[in-house]
């Protein structure tokens, strides 16, 4: 089994929070489309559509939440830069890392001669 170092499990979780953030956009929208599909309502691309839930107007919200998907253009670019971001920086550390332990070690092993 494959044991994660702190640095590795500190990475994931931050990778895992930045996903979230660019796909937020799109689950919006699909949350949308979802509400819209179960109440039986039509999305339309241009203006909010008249909508009823148990007496109340919600076709405005639905519009809403459908056109936060504009902001996955922004959202999901810089997302995969963080990706890509965190990944180089964590395994660049750990590289580091690794190469001064083994360092240390032949130090050590040489000054027991």
């Known amino acids: 089994?494959?044991?994660?170092?702190?640095r590795w499990r500190r990475a994931l979780l931050l990778m895992g929070?930045?996903?979230f953030y660019?796909?937020?956009p799109v689950i919006c929208v699909l949350l949308a489309a979802g509400?819209?599909?179960?109440?039986?309502?039509q999305m339309a691309?241009?203006?909010?559509a008249l909508c009823d839930c148990l007496g109340?107007?919600?076709g405005k919200p639905i519009y809403m939440m459908a056109m936060m998907g504009w902001f996955a253009i922004?959202?999901?670019?810089?997302?995969a830069i963080g990706l890509i971001t965190v990944?180089?920086?964590?395994t660049v550390q750990e590289i580091a890392e690794r190469l001064r332990d083994r360092s240390a070690r032949q130090r050590a092993e040489f000054e027991d001669f």
């Open 35 to 41: 509400i819209a599909g179960l109440l039986g309502c």
């Open 56 to 58: 109340v107007d919600v």
């Open 87 to 90: 990944l180089a920086i964590t």
């Open 74 to 79: 922004g959202t999901l670019p810089l997302g």
């Open 22 to 24: 660019a796909l937020s």
């Open 45 to 48: 691309g241009g203006d909010p």
């Open 17 to 19: 929070k930045i996903v």
């Open 1 to 6: 089994m494959l044991k994660l170092t702190p």
